[in-house]
């Protein structure tokens, strides 16, 4: 920082709502282009719709553009500031999705509408479509909304999947200095590898691998006759963002479709790897990709699980071996990269094999994919760190260093991970204390409760792969909105603000 930029931050509050207002202005100005990305698709199908997403991109455009003139950012966005602005911008982005829905009279209360954006934006996949509202509200099946709102919730799977701060600061090169705060604040997408020296370069080029690899994915859904062009860019968006948002209320389950199931399949486990190795992979560092560590602990885990469900459900259903093996990998590969689609309802399936889909919830992809929950860099860490405490009990005078391959992890990061594992059990219980409070039985609580932190979408019981969540309460809706945001947001960026110290100076 030069000297006059350190003079500035000195006259500078502590926390710059000016500042803040002027961000969250102009990512609800680009909100504004997005909204108008469906308007195509209403004009197609000659939907009344048109006219919702027209007004809902006026208002976002008008008041964003207003806001952000009003007050410019002109100084560099710190740490507080990114923090705070991270955590709104969700808040304020949901707002906005939610126009849609709300205009065009498809839903016709804000908790469900908001619900289903925030559902959307953080790649949850939870829906209230399909179902009576806990006040008798009838919600329309997906198979009966306007095309251009099936669009637009695949549209938000496939903003947030990435991260729209990410997709803006590659796009929006007139935000300021310190956006490398933001992008660090929102997701481990950028911290996972630094592909160039400049964060918008890296941005642009992980967005470009994104685009490319959606695109080979529609491609190849195309090609079944069972999904038009509408189903397979719809699903080709879901499956990249890792969303599970479908044009089904049966999702994957009603194309009955081996070819389908496998092409999903494998995207799905595409998604979950981090997309800077993606990157690499393309620009020919094979070994490079092979080799990382975190990419082979996640295959482990993926074969692994698929191996022990597919051989429960051999010995105790009626499934052929093919199905068996093609039902129990797409299931396991869905939890764990917290996509949520389904092709069974597992619900019926055998306790053992619900023990290990359970479990699975707990999991997530690698740092730097598309996929919710845990991460499974951690899980590396803490399996790491509780080897080297027995090692260390052996031998109590011996120095050793935790590694992960040849690095060595330093002490504050296994603190800062094992405070992520007590936040996250405790954010996780909280959520299901408030679900059986709301009169849930304690199966359907326990599961949403970390299906909606993990950004996995269907749970168990009355939440499970073949149910929604319309039954759900306001009350409800909204502490599942709040887990769902946390859990995206990776716990501190948006639990910083509830303590002491971010306000104190």
Same mark, same amino acid.
């Given at each position: ?350 306790? %053992?094999?619900?023990?290990? =889909?359970?479990? @699975?919830? +707990?999991? #997530? &992809?690698?740092?730097?994919? $598309?996929?919710? *929950? ?43 991970? %094992?405070?992520?594992?007590? =936040?996250?059990? @405790?954010? +996780?219980? #909280? &959520?299901?204390?408030?679900? $059986?409070?709301? *009169? ?48 995206? =947001? ?16």
């Amino acid at each position: 920082m030069s000297t006059f930029q350190r003079s500035r931050s000195a006259g500078r509050p502590k926390i710059d709502f000016r500042l803040i207002a002027g961000i969250l202005g102009a990512f609800t100005f680009f909100m504004g282009f997005a909204l108008l990305i469906p308007i195509p698709v209403s004009i197609y199908f000659a939907e009344e719709t048109v006219y919702s997403f027209a007004i809902s991109s006026a208002f976002a455009f008008v008041l964003g553009g207003l806001i952000y003139f009003i007050f410019k950012p002109k100084d560099e966005i710190r740490p507080r500031e990114a923090f705070f602005i991270v955590s709104v911008t969700w808040i304020v982005l949901s707002v906005f999705g939610s126009a849609p829905f709300l205009v065009s009279g498809v839903v016709d209360d804000f908790a469900d509408a908001f619900f289903e954006t925030i559902s959307g934006l953080t790649t949850t996949g939870a829906t209230i479509f399909g179902g009576v509202s806990h006040d008798n509200r009838i919600n329309p099946n997906i198979e009966d909304l306007p095309k251009s709102i099936v669009f637009w919730r695949s549209i938000l799977h496939w903003i947030g999947g990435m991260g729209f701060i990410v997709l803006s600061i590659a796009i929006l090169p007139f935000l300021g200095l310190g956006t490398t705060n933001l992008l660090h604040s929102e997701s481990s997408i950028l911290e996972s590898d630094k592909l160039t020296p400049r964060v918008q370069e890296t941005a642009k080029l992980l967005w470009g691998v994104y685009l490319i690899l959606t695109l080979a994915h529609f491609v190849l859904l195309w090609l079944h006759p069972k999904m038009d062009w509408f189903e397979a860019i719809n699903h080709a968006m879901s499956t990249m963002a890792t969303g599970g948002f479908s044009t089904k209320d049966s999702s994957i389950l009603w194309f009955d479709s081996a070819y389908i199931d496998w092409v999903i399949i494998l995207f799905m486990f595409l998604a979950g790897i981090s997309f800077a190795m993606h990157f690499r992979l393309l620009r020919g560092e094979t070994k490079l990709f092979l080799n990382n560590r975190e990419t082979r602990f996640y295959s482990f885990i993926v074969v692994l699980a698929s191996f022990l469900i597919s051989t429960i459900l051999i010995f105790q259903t009626d499934y052929t071996i093919p199905e068996v093996i093609r039902h129990g990998t797409f299931q396991a590969l869905s939890i764990i990269t917290t996509t949520g689609y389904v092709t069974n309802d597992y619900g019926a399936w055998p306790s %053992l094999a619900l023990i290990i =889909l359970i479990a @699975l919830f +707990f999991t #997530g &992809g690698c740092a730097g994919s $598309t996929s919710g *929950g845990i991460k499974m860099f951690r899980h590396m860490i803490l399996i790491r760190a509780v080897g080297r405490e027995i090692r260390q009990s052996v031998h109590p005078k011996a120095v050793i260093p935790l590694r992960v391959g040849n690095v060595i992890v330093e002490p504050p990061m296994v603190r800062r991970i %094992l405070s992520f594992f007590m =936040l996250y059990v @405790l954010l +996780f219980l #909280g &959520g299901a204390v408030i679900l $059986t409070w709301l *009169g849930s039985d304690p199966v359907s609580a326990l599961s949403a409760s970390i299906a909606s932190l993990g950004n996995i979408g269907p749970a168990l019981g009355e939440f499970g792969p073949t149910n929604n969540y319309a039954g759900l309460s306001a009350v409800g809706k909204w502490a599942l909105s709040l887990l769902m945001i946390i859990g995206r =947001l990776e716990l501190f960026t948006v639990l910083v603000l509830f303590s002491v110290p971010y306000w104190k100076e």
